[in-house]
Every structure is written in structure tokens, then in C-alpha cells.
């Protein structure tokens, strides 16, 4: 049973953490900001509170 619930932890909780890891960092860098500052927000601030603030206080796309 311990095997399971580990295995589900990190099916549901852990891998997609760490995507929103690096979409925050990846969507930082390419909009000119700083990609550890957007990570270490998604880090720090749990889910789903860590997107919706990177979505109100990210810059617009920049386009080059």
C-alpha cells in the first residue's frame, strides 16, 4: 500500500510541478524576464495560486 501512495504522489503532485517549473521559466525568459525568479515563485507559492499570480504579473509577449 506505502508503494502505491508514494507512486501516486508523484504521478499527480510531482511531475506536474516540476512542468510548471520549467513552463515559468521558459515562458519568463522568452517574454524578458527573470526565468529563476518566475521558478523559485512556482517553488514557493503552491499550485494553482504560483500560475495565476505569473498570468496577472507577466509582461506581453515580446516579439524580436
Known amino acids: 500500500m506505502g508503494n502505491g501512495i508514494v507512486f501516486l504522489f508523484i504521478m499527480f503532485f510531482l511531475i ?30 503552491a499550485f494553482p495560486l504560483n500560475l495565476i499570480i505569473w498570468l496577472l504579473i507577466r509582461p506581453e509577449n515580446q516579439d524580436y
Open 16 to 45: 506536474p510541478h516540476i512542468a510548471f517549473l520549467f513552463w515559468g521559466y521558459n515562458d519568463a525568459e522568452k517574454r524578458g524576464k527573470s526565468g529563476c525568479l518566475v521558478m523559485l515563485l512556482f517553488f514557493f507559492v
